[in-house]
């Protein structure tokens, strides 16, 4: 069976975008996803890139752009006015919650993607996360224990690293084998490949 990597971190929109398709995709494709929690701000860090939102003007227009997209795939997208969200907690828990084979690490995406990215919450607070984590049936505290464990934040850097290498800049990244495609409005290349 054939598979991609989808390489992503909460605080991107357009991942959110990307994860909103995945299911398409993969019904498209028959291929299935391999999924890669990164640390998007350590990318940056590592590559010298930054969010398109440090400059005003581009920030404005991405929004629209990103909107635009939305309302072709029909799904829900507001800005979030507590952008940027520091999400390496939240990495860590979906990091987690992959290492231990949960079967929720989806239920959880689409509940932290939706807070951000949708309902436009503050995740930087964390009494918001856990309203946000217990509302999709999570033990906010255990979840929160787990991300604090050092083999969650281990792995989180490992696969951060680990993407860097392999010429990740941005989010989202996805690679068919060894070919790379970065951004949402790649979807259909993707699709290509996975057909090829």
């Known amino acids: 069976m054939k598979t991609f990597d989808f390489y992503f971190d909460f605080g991107s929109l357009a991942a959110y975008l990307a994860h909103t398709q995945l299911p398409k995709m993969c019904t498209e494709t028959g ?24 400059v005003p003007a581009k920030g404005r227009y991405v929004f629209v752009d990103f909107k635009r997209f939305a309302d072709g795939y029909g799904v829900p997208l507001n800005m979030n006015p507590h952008f940027p ?27 932290v993607f939706q ?3 949708v309902d436009a919450l503050n995740l930087n607070d964390p009494d ?19 991300a604090n464990e050092q083999a969650s934040k ?28 970065w951004g949402q409005d790649r979807i259909e290349q993707v699709k290509a490949a996975l057909k090829a």
């Open 31 to 54: 291929a299935s996803t391999n999924l890669l929690p990164m640390l998007l701000g350590g990318v940056f860090q590592a590559t010298g890139n930054a969010s398109p939102m440090t």
């Open 85 to 111: 969200i520091i999400t390496t907690t939240l990495m860590r828990m979906v990091t987690a919650l992959q290492m231990h084979k949960d079967p929720r690490m989806q239920t959880f995406m689409d509940a």
């Open 115 to 117: 807070a951000i990215w």
């Open 128 to 146: 918001t996360v856990a309203q946000v984590l217990t509302s999709a049936g999570f033990d906010a505290a255990a979840l929160l224990a787990m």
């Open 154 to 181: 281990d792995q989180l850097k490992a696969v951060t690293i680990k993407a860097v290498e392999r010429g990740v800049f941005g989010a989202p990244t996805f690679f068919v084998g060894e070919e790379m495609f």
